[in-house]
T-cell receptor, first 113, second 115 residues
Framework: GNSVTQMEGPVTLSEEAFLTINCTYT??????LFWYVQYPGEGLQLLLK?????DKGSNKGFEATYRKETTSFHLEKGSVQVSDSAVYFC????????????FGKGTKLTVNP | DTGVSQDPRHKITKRGQNVTFRCDPI?????LYWYRQTLGQGPEFLTY????????KSRLLSDRFSAERPKGSFSTLEIQRTEQGDSAMYLC?????????????FGPGTRLTVT
């Protein structure tokens, strides 16, 4: 079946540190890949997406590249801010017409000043 | 453009009672999705609608759960004979169906506590 595995949290960083949150997936063919973010007290928001192999999604300084060969979609940011503290979810939509998002368990990020 | 809204935001109920949640999607979005999120987990898909038609249902949606979208606008999710295991955040999302894969916009959720 389809599944997403993300690195266990929580992750605690100092401001301006480099961030990587690992995400790997299991799915047939070419799923579409997403990162969602949930800020404290708010709903899920789409952060970035990639729909085909080697695509790079980017937004707000975050990036992730769709790697078919390693079935990965790792989230990176060069310099995190306190305002980036949130829970980050990696997700996929399977290829072939389904519209359901399959989420990982989420990684909580705390950035300290 | 208002976002997805859900009502109520919080619901506390006793085991065995029925509860109903409402979701209002973004105007003119023809697709509507329900997910359930338990503590420490990612959201899990429950069901989705294209206009009035319920096109996909998860095995998680037991006989006690029913969802409707009678006029293709708002949707309701009803849980009958609630159990403690139903305690979770119930999330609604909508999408326009214009861009594939369809970007799903989430509401703030309804937190259900079954005592």
């Amino acid at each position: 079946g389809n599944s997403v595995t993300q690195m266990e949290g929580p992750v605690t960083l100092s401001e301006e540190a480099f961030l990587t949150i690992n995400c790997t997936y299991t799915a047939t063919g070419y799923p579409s890949l997403f990162w969602y973010v949930q800020y404290p007290g708010e709903g899920l928001q789409l952060l970035l997406k990639a729909t085909k192999a080697d695509d790079k999604g980017s937004n707000k300084g975050f990036e992730a590249t769709y790697r078919k060969e390693t079935t990965s979609f790792h989230l990176e940011k060069g310099s995190v801010q306190v305002s980036d503290s949130a829970v980050y979810f990696c997700a996929l939509i399977p290829q072939g017409g389904s519209e359901k998002l399959v989420f990982g368990k989420g990684t909580k990020l705390t950035v300290n000043p | 453009d208002t976002g997805v809204s859900q009502d109520p935001r919080h619901k506390i109920t006793k085991r065995g009672q029925n509860v109903t949640f409402r979701c209002d999607p973004i105007s003119e979005h023809n697709r509507l999705y329900w997910y359930r999120q338990t503590l420490g987990q990612g959201p899990e898909f429950l069901t989705y609608f294209q206009n009035e038609a319920q096109l996909e249902k998860s095995r998680l949606l037991s006989d006690r759960f029913s969802a409707e979208r009678p006029k293709g606008s708002f949707s309701t999710l009803e849980i009958q004979r609630t159990e403690q295991g139903d305690s979770a955040m119930y999330l609604c999302a909508s999408s326009s169906g214009w861009d594939s894969p369809y970007e799903q916009y989430f509401g703030p959720g309804t937190r259900l506590t079954v005592t």
